[in-house]
């Protein structure tokens, strides 16, 4: 986009003066980011206008990805640099005095995801509009994003996140696309004249859905596309029922909050609702865009594809059948070939209890008609299966069984791909979790490994390490991410080895002056910075980390000259405000730093650095600092994980257990240029299958180990209550359910290798270039190549010499 700084200077303080009346010279922080971002956003429109006709014009195929979480993160930057303004912006910007990155810093970070799973949606939508194909996005609007998480005393407090406090000025409410989602009450089929069976309603909950709509800016290349997150309103010709503010509650707290506790009833059947509000809006919207392209409907999968974003919302299935049925008077055989043509389902969890299942009693009473059509589903399902597989195959895949809906039954038969997130995940659903459907369909079964936007989490994030690639391999790593590679030729030359570590170093100063900001701790931007950031969950192991940085404690306690090379252990976690025996880790872990970073006989040899409220922007600060990623989870339990691909594209050295993406990171970056431990996913699966495990024979025989848990309890970590008993309980008393003990020892071994290795400072930049050399695999751009390929069937629109075109990996 051409605009010169001197346009932009004089557009953005009329764009001020027009929204507030006064001039910027007055502005706070927030208002200047608002008239910033609403000028940007002007910028795009012309575009976002354009792609939306050119799509239709072109009778485009349109990807809908329908997931309930999107984690965007701060917009104005990726926004900015995307459309090629953001050195004229920040030029413009610092002639008036102003400083882009503390107007940038303004901006909320719509907290709308719990952790990957939402991220991964939001890197995806980046890289559909940066290969010029057509994707929407389809959320949830949430008044209040994931809690913001607070610490009082080491314990984990949840406050309410209100993001939208100063308004959101890359959204667009546009009430020309509303939509009526219909709850409850009574549903009964009569025949009309045509002959046609059609629904009758009485006494439903009516529900306004609204679209908001946010640009997702493509890559210099023009494409804007659309996320469209709804939101719940009393219907305006309804308003006269609802008398008190109570009455209107029901309503309103559809779209109020991620993850309604799911502890109690009233909680599940919120949520049930709330993923029914989305998908019913989001079918809804797309059959009426549809329309536009005027050919006939049997040709929906050719225009349309819908991709359901794990279980969450799977009702699309049940609802796209309603539509083609009760709406456009299909018949069932015509709408069920046009809705498994359309549908596609990812699997990103093996964790049973987050494959959903709903209770059919809660099903039929929010659903009603959706509940005939999901047992009619699941009747002829049986019908076909049972001939052709027999009894116990046909019961075990059902989608009714036992009182539940079960969800993933519903997504695997009404989709006609089903993949996981990365090979070994793959591998594991075939053989494991869905091998009775794998069985059944192995036709649908395929792999698609994660991916991130490097755009975000390496050119944004990390502008010096992009300054040097582009320096040393120019600039059409960009554009092409396999060029990286490239980049391996410098492995040996001894200017860009130190001019890496000087990159490393200065951001590894950027965050301990962060650090020291936010948390008081002083750390020694020297020291080794061992990173682990993802959510807290008990697979993950964070609790093996903190027995590691115990130990660590105790042999420098013992012996305060050990040659232990000085680190700084940084966690960024929340855990769900439920899972007590995640905040019992987090309480621990706060209590241990507390006592390792006051302890004079410690000094810089370790700290431990525990951030609050860890999201998308932090994660921006933390990575581009981070030596060591710990990707510690028990073989077998992570999907793939993002964070790992994330630290690797910015150099840091993977330390990890062969399960989800590591196993691919370390087939691209080789054996030696990362720290592999613990038991493969195959030895985790026979330990679980002959039940031969016993932990308390390892802490009984291991001293270093004895010792460690012990301390949970002895007092050495003071200020807990019962957290450390609960953590020694469930490691020896019960058996440790994620092999952290039998995994502990090697773990040890690696880490003491990782301080071998940072001594040589050259060798320690040798692996860390190849590392991000090697990275190039895992840009979403690769990925969503494959998914548009081998699912979607769609293609790019833009010209062969416009934007990102990806050739070999
Ligand atoms: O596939 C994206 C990510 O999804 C999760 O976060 C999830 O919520 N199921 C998984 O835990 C990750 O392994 C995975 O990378």
Redesign the pocket.
């Known amino acids: 986009m051409e605009i010169t700084v001197k346009q932009f200077v004089k557009e953005f303080k009329q764009q001020f003066q027009s929204m507030y009346a006064y001039s910027y010279e007055e502005g706070s922080n927030e208002q200047l980011y608002n008239a910033l971002g609403l000028l940007v956003k002007n910028y795009i429109s012309s575009h976002w206008k354009e792609t939306r006709e050119k799509y239709i014009k072109n009778s485009v195929k349109q990807v809908y990805y329908f997931s309930m979480e999107f984690l965007p993160g701060r917009q104005l930057k990726s926004n900015a640099y995307n459309l090629g303004l953001l050195d004229v912006v920040k030029e413009g910007l610092s002639e008036l005095d102003l400083s882009f990155d503390q107007l940038a810093e303004a901006e909320a970070d719509p907290a709308l995801g719990?952790?990957?799973?939402?991220?991964?949606a939001s890197c995806f939508m980046d890289s559909l509009a940066s290969l010029g194909m057509a994707g929407n996005g389809n959320g949830i609007r949430y008044q209040y994003g994931l809690f913001r998480q607070k610490f009082v005393d080491g314990y984990q407090v949840e406050l309410p996140e209100n993001w939208l406090r100063y308004r959101n000025v890359w959204e667009t409410r546009n009430d020309k696309s509303t939509c009526m989602v219909r709850f409850g009450g009574n549903v009964w089929l009569e025949e009309n004249h045509q002959g046609h069976l059609v629904p009758h309603y009485e006494n439903t909950l009516n529900v306004l859905a609204v679209p908001y709509d946010t640009p997702m800016v493509g890559y210099r290349n023009d494409t804007v596309n659309n996320l469209r997150l709804w939101s719940a309103e009393i219907p305006v010709e309804e308003e006269a029922n609802y008398h008190t503010i109570e009455e209107t509650e029901p309503i309103k707290e559809i779209t109020q909050v991620l993850y309604p506790d799911d502890s109690n009833y009233e909680g599940r059947l919120l949520r049930l609702k709330q993923e029914y509000f989305m998908v019913s809006a989001g079918v809804q919207s797309i059959i009426r865009h549809f329309r536009k392209y005027n050919v006939p409907r049997k040709n929906i999968p050719d225009k349309v594809a819908i991709h359901i974003n794990?279980t969450h919302p799977a009702l699309v299935v049940p609802e796209l059948m309603r539509i083609l049925i009760d709406e456009e008077h299909l018949s069932w055989e015509q709408a069920w070939e046009i809705t498994f043509k359309t549908c596609s389902y990812?699997n990103?969890?093996i964790?049973r209890e987050?494959l959903e299942k709903w209770p059919i009693d809660m099903m039929k009473e929010l659903l009603p008609r959706i509940y005939m059509i999901i047992e009619e589903i699941n009747n002829r399902f049986v019908e076909n299966t049972m001939p052709l597989y027999g009894e116990r195959i046909t019961w075990q895949t059902a989608i009714l069984q036992n009182g539940v809906v079960n969800m993933a039954h519903l997504a695997v038969i009404g989709s006609h791909s089903v993949n996981g997130?990365?090979k070994l995940?793959t591998d594991i659903l075939m053989n494991d979790v869905l091998k009775d459907f794998f069985e059944l369909y192995p036709e649908r079964f395929n792999n698609k490994t994660?991916g991130i936007t490097q755009r975000r989490w390496v050119h944004l994030a990390n502008p010096d390490l992009t300054q040097l690639i582009d320096e040393k391999i120019g600039e059409n790593w960009k554009l092409t991410p396999s060029e990286l590679k490239v980049f391996k030729g410098f492995e040996k030359d001894k200017d860009t080895l130190n001019k890496l570590t000087d990159v490393k170093l200065k951001n590894k100063k950027r965050l301990a002056a962060h650090i020291k900001e936010v948390k008081g701790i002083t750390v020694d931007p020297n020291a080794l910075f061992d990173v682990q950031i993802?959510?807290l969950?008990a697979y993950k192991r964070q609790h093996l980390n903190l027995l590691h940085i115990l130990h660590r404690y105790l042999e420098i306690k013992e012996n305060p000259s050990v040659d232990y090379v000085p680190r700084v252990f940084i966690f960024g976690a929340k855990a769900a405000p439920s899972y007590h025996y995640a905040k019992q880790i987090i309480k621990v872990i706060n209590s241990l730093a507390d006592l390792v970073n006051n302890d004079p006989d410690v000094g810089d040899k370790l700290k431990i650095v525990f951030f609050e409220n860890y999201g998308v922007s932090l994660a921006e600060k933390i990575i581009p600092a981070a030596d060591i990623s710990e990707q510690i989870?028990l073989a077998s339990m992570?999907?793939?994980?993002?964070s790992n691909m994330k630290l690797m594209a910015n150099g840091a050295l993977t330390l990890a257990t062969l399960d989800?993406?590591n196993i691919e990171i370390r087939d691209f970056v080789g054996e030696d240029n990362l720290f592999v431990f613990g038991l493969s996913s195959k030895e985790v699966y026979k330990l679980k299958e002959n039940q031969s495990y016993q932990a308390r024979e390892l802490y009984e025989s291991d001293q270093k180990l004895k010792n460690v848990l012990d301390a949970l309890t002895n007092g050495t970590i003071p200020n807990l209550q019962d957290e450390g008993y609960a953590l020694f309980d469930s490691l020896v008393n019960f058996n440790d359910e994620y092999f952290v003990l039998k995994d502990f020892a090697s773990y040890v071994e690696a880490q003491n290798k990782v301080d071998d290795l940072y001594k040589d400072q050259s060798e320690w930049a040798r692996k860390s270039l190849l590392n991000i050399a090697s990275s190039a695999p895992f840009s979403a751009d690769y990925t969503i190549q494959r998914y548009a390929d081998d699912i979607w069937k769609v293609r790019s629109c833009v010209e062969e010499d416009e934007g990102v075109h990806l050739v070999d990996e």
């Open positions: 719990n952790g990957g799973l939402g991220r991964l794990d990812t990103h969890t964790l987050a997130v990365a995940h994660n993802k959510r969950h989870s992570e999907a793939s994980g993002t989800g993406a």
